[in-house]
């Protein structure tokens, strides 16, 4: 511990020189009009909650993954708080690539570990719904355990979205978000 | 949770330099513990994430992302074992002392090299690294870096742990999977299957009949690898572990289901096995399932209609929730019906058997996670399923819209005359599993009224696309499989899908933890009996669907699905 806190008041002014560990593309999807289930059971038309007036983040994953997705929300829990200390409330969508697991019972109760506030839903479906959702996204696998970590930004001002491919830290993330919310 | 910022790169330097001139910080054992006491808290730190004070495990990943502990725990990613696993390109590496106190190189990966697909290396992990000592791993947990200096991947937390409860987390890493299981060793598997005796002949043959095979097969495999080595052939290291002998028990339960733990208990200590394979019964699978859950004896696949519904159950894998399922699927189907009046009525007719009243728990737990009112049940008798005038007065009482038949075949004849007694709409639900046969025999003036749970495929099957003896020939769910308890198929699937998997991924780590462990993290199979079945940690009843379905005309009538194979 005493290295750590040692590190840590070193560090503070250094934390963000690291070369970006992500890679960022701008990128046009043709959503397909479909639609899906959320962690309340409701029927959501996806593409009426993705052209949305303020910036919308969408990430796929899967309610038991071990390894990328409580990172990707991890991420999303970080960057709602932040953006709720700053009077923003950012719509965050996560949605299952594991449909047939992950219900609405599972969604809620993934939402609810993670401290999810509202603007943060979970999306599932069947499973060719869910097909055409992640190859309109290009981040089309045939199976789970293959995924990797994506997060993409929609910009209300345009319809583009900026694509966010790595494991990214709170700060990166909330830049990202700011650039294309225009903060 | 305390703000502190961190650089990777900072804190290597300063642990160089640290390094370079001091020793590292001691993490002696704790002195004030008893053994079983360590392990206790240390295993609660593991897989709940929860430290000894109560509170949760604070960390960071990449500098600023705070996480903790109750979004998910070591276990998460090393999983229960201790033996890491491989999930989304990402190799996370072995945590038991056995291994964190030898040099280490992991398996090849698709992040080790430049990807051909072109995506963005995220997954880089650390290849080759020295042994660790508790200090070295005290600092590696705490920021991410070996003690060779190379920096772990970003997905590993770094946690912010006491001296104290650092010295616990790692004295029980020491302990885990520590001893191998029983029932393994280097040269022979030994398993069991256990059957019932309420099983017939028929279905006891379906049973065994693969798994028979499937042992000899792995002993006349051995025989095999035995002259390869004979005739002067050097094995690679690997091999070794792909060819084991192995040994089938058959556990014979006899009488009552109360005497059956001390009978399984009687079987096991005599000879311990590694892994039930399968098994069949027609009665509540429960008893077995808490013998293994005592034993942390792994039970794959037993073929049973009353499995244990549980969230927390660990060491039995089930096809799915038998039926269950089936009622679970009514209860989402009629949530999703737009059209269905709120104020319909709906009742349940239960038989008062096990099936019957394993139908109507599946629909009401699901109908209760759906929140919906609870529904008029009324459970009868065989028999007083068959006097007319009673069950005629039961209709006309509640003058149901829907009505739930959660009974055998003795009532399907007489559906012509029930149904223009219920209201509008006037739908009829029936399990074919406990229809059986009889099932296509509902009669075609009341078949767009019947709706039957069918929680097999429907779509054609056309075998594995890696090719070998399988059919490529399209198999379709036709009526005559209504009476197909499909024990043979599916105890194949069994074997050679998951079991056989896991067996050749657990190489020399005996532990039947980490057997379980492999098998959760299975990629989908597109099976000869279900549309899919799908694993995940945590995930043990792997087929996930069932169909409404509608009967079509022709006393081989076609089957007509009016749901989807999962139903949210």
């Known amino acids: ?183 | 949770m305390i703000r502190i910022q961190f650089s990777i790169t900072l804190l290597a330097a300063l642990l160089f330099i640290s390094c370079a001139t001091n020793s590292y910080a001691a993490v002696p054992p704790p002195r004030d513990l008893p053994k079983a006491e360590i392990i206790r808290l240390g295993e609660r730190m593991y897989r709940n994430g929860t430290l000894p004070s109560g509170k949760v495990m604070e960390a960071y990943i990449r500098d600023d992302v705070e996480v903790d502990s109750s979004f998910f725990s070591c276990s998460s990613c090393h999983l229960r074992a201790g033996l890491g696993s491989f999930e989304g390109g990402v190799v996370t590496p072995p945590t038991t002392g056995t291994k964190l106190y030898k040099p280490y190189q992991r398996p090849p990966s698709m992040g080790d090299t430049v990807d051909q697909a072109g995506r963005f290396i995220y997954a880089k992990t650390v290849i080759e690294r020295p042994a660790y000592t508790r200090e070295t791993l005290a600092i590696a947990m705490r920021t991410g870096i070996d003690p060779a200096g190379q920096v772990f991947n970003d997905v590993m937390p770094r946690y912010l742990l006491s001296d104290s409860d650092m010295s616990i987390l790692i004295s029980y890493l020491e302990t885990l999977s520590a001893e191998p299981s029983p029932g393994a060793s280097s040269s022979e598997f030994r398993f069991a299957t256990i059957i019932s005796d309420d099983v017939s002949q028929e279905d006891r043959q379906a049973l065994l009949m693969p798994l028979q095979r499937f042992i000899a097969q792995k002993n006349q495999q051995m025989g095999m690898y035995k002259d390869f080595i004979k005739f002067g052939y050097a094995p690679t290291a690997e091999m070794k572990y792909a060819f084991r002998n192995a040994h089938l028990d058959v556990w014979e339960l006899k009488g009552a289901p109360e005497t059956w733990q001390n009978q399984l208990a009687a079987y096991y200590n005599n000879k311990p096995v590694f892994a039930v394979l399968g098994g069949i019964s027609n009665r509540d699978w429960r008893p077995v399932h808490d013998f293994c859950e005592a034993q942390r004896l792994p039970c794959l696949f037993p073929i049973t209609d009353f499995p244990v519904v549980s969230e927390t159950g660990w060491y039995t894998y089930y096809f799915n929730k038998g039926y269950g399922q089936e009622g679970e699927a009514v209860a989402h189907y009629l949530n999703r019906m737009d059209k269905l009046p709120a104020e319909t009525q709906i009742l349940q007719i239960i038989q008062d058997s096990p099936a019957g009243k394993a139908l109507a728990a599946g629909f009401e737990t699901g109908w209760k996670e759906l929140e919906r009112r609870p529904v008029k049940s009324v459970t009868l008798t065989a028999s007083q399923l068959l006097d007319q005038m009673s069950l005629g007065k039961l209709l006309a009482k509640h003058k149901p819209g829907v009505l739930l038949l959660w009974t055998d075949a003795g009532l399907l004849q007489r559906l012509p005359k029930l149904i223009p007694k219920l209201g509008g709409p006037g739908m009829v639900f029936v399990s074919s599993s406990y229809l059986g046969e009889k099932t296509a025999t509902i009669a075609e003036t009341v078949r767009d009224k019947v709706y039957i749970t069918y929680p097999y495929r429907l779509t054609p099957y056309v075998g594995p696309k890696t090719g070998g003896f399988d059919a490529k020939v399209p198999i379709l769910a036709s009526a005559k499989d209504f009476g197909d308890r499909r024990i043979a198929s599916r105890s194949t699937t069994m074997l050679q899908q998951a079991t056989l998997q896991g067996l050749n991924l657990i190489y020399d780590n005996l532990y039947r933890d980490h057997l379980i462990d492999v098998m959760s993290m299975q990629m989908d199979v597109v099976a000869l009996d279900y549309e899919r079945i799908s694993f995940g940690p945590g995930q043990r009843y792997v087929s996930k669907g069932c169909y409404i379905i509608q009967l079509g005309p022709g006393t081989a009538p076609p089957l007509l699905p009016r749901s989807g194979w999962v139903i949210h």
């Open chain 1, 1 to 183: 511990m005493l290295i750590v806190s040692a590190a840590s008041a070193l560090a503070a002014s250094t934390a963000h020189a690291d070369a970006r560990k992500y890679k960022r593309t701008v990128e046009k999807y043709n959503i397909p009009d479909i639609t899906l289930i959320n962690q309340d059971g409701k029927k959501v038309r996806l593409v009426s909650l993705l052209n949305s007036n303020q910036p919308v983040v969408v990430a796929f994953i899967y309610g038991t993954c071990t390894t990328i997705c409580p990172v990707l929300s991890a991420g999303f829990v970080n960057l709602q708080n932040k953006l709720l200390t700053f009077g923003q409330q950012p719509r965050l969508i996560s949605i299952t690539i594991d449909p047939e697991n992950d219900s609405p019972k599972v969604m809620k109760n993934y939402l609810k570990r993670y401290r999810a506030k509202p603007g943060w839903d979970f999306l599932t479906g069947s499973r060719s719904d869910i097909d055409k959702v992640m190859k309109a996204f290009n981040a089309y696998i045939p199976d789970k355990m293959s995924h990797y970590p994506l997060n993409m930004i929609r910009n209300p001002k345009n319809g583009t979205w900026v694509r966010l491919f790595g494991i990214m830290s709170s700060m990166e993330l909330l830049e990202e978000y700011q650039s294309v919310a225009g903060k």
